[in-house]
């Protein structure tokens, strides 16, 4: 069983995930910004969980994270890159304050943690990086555009480092779900900008946690759910002309399912988990 540290964990899918691995056996350290959502978690959980608070934009915050948990556990040999926000709207509708604010986050809140973990895993010989992106990583949605941005990059920079890293103790996953049960698709799901949202079924947190921590296991190099849909959207990404053609009409089509919008756009949910 692994020592696992998961961000954004104080809530979504992240304290969902930190259910899971508790369940099965690993010790957890719940990472947040919200300390006392962190340890309300973690006191449910028991002895094998701990609360750690973590701005994830934060370098010092995330090297006192790793010596905490190593002190309580041991080192970290899996990291959980799950933090992130949205502020729901069209891009014009929002400041510049709010594009890069999902940029400190979404983007270089796990690129910092990743090279936070990186010397110390490389130099305790084990390690395992899993990040949490989204579907959107794949294609732009009306609606997510700063959101969507961030996942493209966080995937690339992933992958990157990954390739870097063959051949070495490391090994990286990256797991894109689709809308899920969380305060935050309940956030886009008040804004009509983000009407797309009602374009697919949501999974409950527990079905995404569950794909997390096979995760730790298996080590896949990438997961998509669902598979199927998951083909379409990467094959639609490639080709601009089919993006252009198919995007509006899946947003025509959710915006008949919805069961109608909110007032607008809503202040986004700090570090409560990804997409």
């Known amino acids: 069983m692994s020592v ?3 961000t954004g964990a104080a809530s979504g899918i992240g304290a969902a995930t930190a259910h899971e691995a508790v369940r099965r056996g690993h010790r957890v350290a719940i990472a947040d910004i919200d300390m006392a959502g ?3 978690l973690a006191t449910a959980l028991g002895p094998a969980a701990c609360a750690v608070q973590l701005d994830i934009r934060d370098e010092k915050a995330w090297e006192a994270a790793f010596d905490t948990v190593a002190s309580r556990f041991g080192p970290v040999e899996v990291l959980i890159n799950n933090a992130g926000i949205i502020h729901t709207g069209y891009a014009r509708q929002l400041s510049m304050a709010q594009h890069r604010h999902m940029v400190d986050v979404n983007l270089v809140g796990p690129m ?3 090279m936070t973990a990186l010397p110390r895993m490389r130099a305790q010989g084990r390690g395992h990086i899993i990040t949490i992106c989204s579907m959107s990583s794949f294609m ?5 555009t700063s959101y969507g941005a961030t996942k493209h990059a966080l995937r690339a920079f992933h992958h990157s480092v990954a390739i870097e890293e063959q051949g070495g103790p490391v ?3 990256i797991i894109h779900p689709p809308g899920t049960r969380t305060p935050m698709l309940e956030q886009e799901m008040a804004d009509p900008s983000s009407v797309i949202t009602f374009a697919e079924k949501p999974l409950d947190p527990e079905q995404v946690a569950s794909m997390i921590v096979d995760a730790i296991a298996k080590k896949p ?6 598979a199927l849909a998951g083909r379409f959207q990467r094959v639609a990404g490639v080709f601009p002309r089919l993006m252009h053609f198919a995007i509006p009409r899946v947003a025509a089509m959710a915006r008949r ?3 109608g919008a909110g007032p607008g756009p809503v202040t986004a949910r700090e570090q409560g988990g990804s997409r």
């Open 112 to 114: 910092t943690g990743m």
């Open 4 to 6: 696992v540290l998961i």
């Open 38 to 40: 962190a340890s309300l």
């Open 221 to 226: 190099l990438e997961v998509v759910h669902p």
């Open 171 to 173: 090994t990286f996953s």
């Open 140 to 144: 732009p949605l009306i609606g997510y």
């Open 257 to 259: 399912r919805s069961p």
